[in-house]
């Protein structure tokens, strides 16, 4: 399995940091997030990864180099300054991540969740790992009804950021810019995304709040 991490994006809301750092290396107890990440990856198996590059992305490529010191294989997938959201930036790099499902993960977030080589049963064209809601949210993504991704008006679940997807998955999209979101909304309507729930140390670092609260939390 290949995985991908995105590393693209510019970090508004944190921004008295990453005006010079970009966000997948920030730092937590002494270690950028990207890192941890590629350690992670590594102790999985996953040893051939995709990174997409944005803002500042000169910095990640100095810092992960070709991966080896992590004991995997990077390759890059350049955005420039047309970032290309989620789906977009995924979509670019498609040529890099195989013919087999591949991991995606966002490289913004900090879990202890155990990353495994997630199969899909024949009718799903994606997983999405599952955590619960934050209290900093209203409301949250989805629904998890039998393995499956359901979409409601009542969602008690949030995308973590850590998901599976088939090549196929994209299938008809157009190189450019776009959401991933709206993608897996119709595949839940359809019944094809599979979901599973993690419930244990998980961290979305998108503003200082929660990059402070975090680092308070695990001892930083």
Same mark, same amino acid.
């Given at each position: 399995?290949?995985?991908?991490?995105? &590393?693209?994006?510019?970090?508004?809301?944190?921004?008295?940091?990453?005006?010079? *750092?970009?966000?997948? /290396?920030?730092?937590?107890?002494?270690?950028?997030?990207?890192?941890?990440?590629?350690?992670? /990856?590594?102790?999985?198996?996953?040893?051939?990864?995709?990174?997409? /590059?944005?803002?500042?992305?000169?910095? %990640? %490529?100095?810092?992960?180099?070709?991966?080896?010191?992590?004991?995997?294989?990077?390759?890059?997938?350049?955005?420039? +300054?047309?970032? !290309?959201?989620?789906?977009?930036? $995924?979509?670019?790099?498609?040529?890099? /991540?195989? +013919? +087999?499902?591949?991991?995606?993960?966002? &490289?913004? $977030?900090? *879990?202890?969740?155990?990353?495994?080589?997630?199969?899909?049963?024949?009718?799903?064209?994606?997983? !999405?790992?599952?955590?619960?809601?934050?209290?900093?949210?209203?409301?949250?993504?989805?629904?998890?009804?039998?393995?499956?991704?359901?979409?409601?008006?009542?969602? *008690?679940?949030?995308?973590?950021? %850590?998901?599976?997807?088939?090549?196929?998955?994209? &299938?008809?999209?157009?190189?450019?810019?776009?959401?991933?979101?709206?993608?897996?909304?119709?595949?839940? +309507?359809?019944?094809?995304?599979?979901?599973?729930?993690?419930?244990?140390?998980? &961290?979305?670092?998108? *503003?200082?709040?929660? !990059?402070?609260? !975090?680092?308070?939390?695990?001892?930083?």
């Amino acid at each position: 399995m290949i995985a991908m991490i995105l &590393a693209a994006g510019r970090g508004k809301r944190l921004k008295q940091i990453t005006e010079t *750092t970009p966000k997948p /290396l920030v730092e937590v107890r002494g270690q950028s997030l990207i890192e941890r990440h590629l350690e992670r /990856l590594q102790a999985a198996g996953i040893t051939d990864v995709v990174i997409n /590059l944005g803002w500042l992305g000169d910095q %990640i %490529i100095e810092r992960i180099g070709a991966g080896s010191q992590y004991g995997v294989s990077v390759v890059y997938s350049q955005e420039g +300054d047309e970032l !290309l959201e989620t789906g977009g930036g $995924i979509f670019k790099a498609l040529h890099l /991540l195989g +013919d +087999d499902p591949f991991l995606v993960m966002n &490289a913004d $977030i900090y *879990t202890d969740y155990q990353v495994v080589k997630m199969s899909l049963d024949d009718e799903a064209l994606g997983h !999405l790992v599952m955590v619960p809601t934050p209290g900093y949210r209203d409301n949250g993504d989805f629904n998890l009804e039998d393995g499956r991704i359901r979409n409601s008006n009542a969602s *008690t679940l949030t995308f973590g950021g %850590i998901s599976v997807y088939r090549p196929e998955f994209f &299938a008809g999209c157009e190189p450019g810019r776009f959401s991933i979101v709206p993608m897996m909304r119709s595949t839940a +309507d359809a019944g094809r995304m599979q979901g599973s729930f993690y419930d244990g140390l998980w &961290a979305d670092i998108g *503003t200082q709040e929660r !990059l402070a609260a !975090l680092r308070n939390a695990v001892g930083d």
